[in-house]
C-alpha cells in the first residue's frame, strides 16, 4: 500500500505542476497580458528555439547507444498505422460533412508529444527518456505532416490560397513546399545534428553547451504557458459528441494499442516501453491547428478537440503515468 501511495505521490508531483503552468498561460491569455497576435509568435519561439535546444542538449548529454533502438522504432509504426487506420474506417463512412470529418480525423493521430510529453517523461524519467522522446518525435514529426496533407487529398479538401516568395498565388498539393517544411524543421535539424555529435562522442565547447543549456530552460516553461494561451472554448458545445470520442480515441485507445505492442509483442525495456506509452498518450498537437491552417477544414473543430484533449489529458496522462510506473 506505501508503495502505491508513493508512486501516486511521484505522479502527482509530476502532472500536477505541467497542467498548473497549462492553467497560468490561459489566465495570462485571459487578463491580457498576451494578445491574441502573440501567441503563434509565442508558439514558434519555443518550438524553433527552447524545444530544439532542449532536443539537443538532451541528444548530446546521452550515449547513441543509449538513445537510439531500433526496436523503439520498430513499435512506432504498427501503433500509428493500426490506430489511424481504425479511426479512418470509424469517421469516413458517417453522413458527417466532410470539411468536420476531415478535421476528426486529422486531428485523432497528431499528438502533443513536444510540449507535452517531453515534459512530463524529463520530470518522471529524466534526460534520458526526454532524449528517447526526441528520436520518436523526429520520426513522427515527418510522417504527420505527410499524413496530414494526404489526408486532406483524400477528403478532397482543398488548399487555401496562399502567396509564394514571388508573390503568386499558390494552390494544391505541393511535393517541393511540403519536402522543404520537414527538412527545414528546426527540431528535425537538433535531432540529425545531436544523433551525429553523440555517435562520435564529440566534445561541446563549453560556451556553445551553455548557450543551447540557457535556451532548453525556456523551453518547458514557454510550451506550457503557449498552450494554454491557445485555449479557446467557444466551439466546444457545438461538437461535444465527437469531441468526447476523439478525445477516449486518443488518450486512451492509442496508448492501450502502444502499450500492448511495446510491452507485450515486441517485449521493450521499461523505460522505452513508458516513453511509448506516454508520447502516445498525450493530447493534440497544437501544430495540428497550424498546418490545417493552410486548409479548408474545419478549424473551430481542430481548436476545440486540442482544448477538450489537453484538459483531459491531466486526467488520464497521470493514470497511464502511474500505470507505466507499476507495470513497467
Do not use: C
Not at 96 to 106: E, G, L, P
Not at 152 to 167: R, W
Not at 313 to 320: G, I, K, N, R
Request: positive net charge; proline residues 4%; charged residues 10%.
Amino acid at each position: 500500500m506505501n508503495s502505491f501511495l508513493k508512486i501516486i505521490i511521484e505522479v502527482a508531483s509530476t502532472t500536477l505542476p505541467i497542467f498548473a503552468v497549462v492553467a497560468v498561460g490561459f489566465f495570462i491569455k485571459k487578463r491580457g497580458l498576451i494578445s491574441e497576435e502573440h501567441v503563434p509568435v509565442l508558439n514558434r519561439l519555443t518550438y524553433n528555439f527552447g524545444l530544439s535546444a532542449l532536443v539537443f542538449i538532451g541528444i548530446t548529454g546521452n550515449k547513441f547507444s543509449d538513445i537510439f533502438d531500433v526496436r523503439l522504432l520498430k513499435v512506432l509504426f504498427p501503433v500509428y498505422f493500426i490506430y489511424i487506420a481504425l479511426v479512418f474506417l470509424a469517421f469516413y463512412f458517417t453522413k458527417i460533412n466532410t470539411r468536420t470529418k476531415s478535421a476528426i480525423v486529422v486531428s485523432s493521430y497528431r499528438n502533443n508529444m513536444a510540449f507535452i510529453g517531453m515534459p512530463i517523461l524529463l520530470y518522471a524519467f529524466g534526460n534520458l527518456a526526454a532524449a528517447k522522446a526526441s528520436i520518436v518525435i523526429a520520426v513522427l514529426l515527418p510522417l504527420n505532416i505527410i499524413m496530414t496533407a494526404v489526408f486532406y487529398q483524400v477528403f478532397n479538401i482543398s488548399l487555401n490560397a496562399a502567396v509564394d516568395g514571388n508573390n503568386n498565388i499558390a494552390r494544391g498539393f505541393n511535393i517541393k513546399r511540403l519536402l522543404k517544411e520537414i527538412l527545414l524543421d528546426p527540431v528535425i535539424i537538433a535531432v540529425a545534428a545531436g544523433l551525429v555529435i553523440s555517435y562520435f562522442n564529440l566534445p561541446l565547447p563549453i560556451p556553445v553547451k551553455n548557450i543551447f543549456s540557457i535556451l532548453s530552460d525556456m523551453a518547458v516553461p514557454l510550451a506550457l504557458i503557449s498552450i494554454g494561451s491557445s485555449f479557446k472554448f467557444s466551439h466546444i458545445k457545438n461538437n461535444m459528441k465527437y469531441l468526447a470520442l476523439i478525445s477516449f480515441s486518443k488518450l486512451v485507445v492509442f496508448p492501450l494499442i502502444a502499450m500492448i505492442f511495446s510491452y507485450y509483442v515486441f517485449k521493450l525495456q521499461s523505460l522505452d516501453a513508458a516513453v511509448i506509452v506516454i508520447l502516445f498518450g498525450t493530447p493534440i498537437a497544437v501544430a495540428t491547428y497550424m498546418q490545417s491552417a493552410k486548409y479548408d477544414t474545419d478549424r473551430d473543430f481542430i481548436s476545440s478537440a486540442i482544448i477538450t484533449s489537453t484538459i483531459a489529458s491531466a486526467v488520464t496522462l497521470s493514470v497511464w503515468l502511474f500505470i507505466v510506473k507499476v507495470v513497467f
